[in-house]
């Protein structure tokens, strides 16, 4: 069973920087596309961006183009979120998702799911 677990979460005051891992066991992890997602208290779940299986591209929501950079280690079964200039509005939980076939915007389109991590940014 696949499994996914993220980590890196915490408080930091805006602008400042947090890299979150998402740790992934019980699969080929090269075989699957990665995605990450937040939601905010009382807010539905939003996409952040994703990363194809071989890492050779990564889209991201406008909200966090320039901010944010995903990227993975195959050898490590492990991706990773950067992000930087941190603002208020990027206080969420932050979920890793995983889907073996092709996956994009929508949360539906992946198969796997973690926890998720706290971020907060204080003003």
């Known amino acids: 069973q696949v499994q996914l677990v993220e980590s890196g979460g915490g408080l930091v005051q805006t602008g400042g920087s947090l890299r979150l891992s998402c740790a992934v066991s019980?699969?080929?992890?090269?075989?699957?596309?990665l995605g990450w997602f937040r939601q905010a208290p009382g807010k539905e779940r939003e996409y952040v961006a994703h990363?194809?299986?071989?890492?050779?591209?990564?889209y991201y929501a406008d909200s966090v183009k320039g901010r944010f950079t995903i990227s993975r280690d195959n050898a490590k079964n492990t991706m990773f979120l950067q992000m930087n200039s941190l603002k208020p509005e990027d206080t969420a939980v932050y979920y890793c998702?995983?889907?073996?076939?092709?996956?994009?915007?929508?949360?539906?389109?992946?198969?796997?799911w973690g926890q998720g991590t706290q971020v907060t940014v204080s003003s």
């Open positions: 998702a995983a889907g073996a076939q092709i996956v994009n915007v929508r949360a539906r389109t992946y198969d796997h």
């Open positions: 019980g699969g080929t992890f090269s075989r699957y596309n």
């Open positions: 990363i194809t299986w071989s890492g050779g591209s990564t």
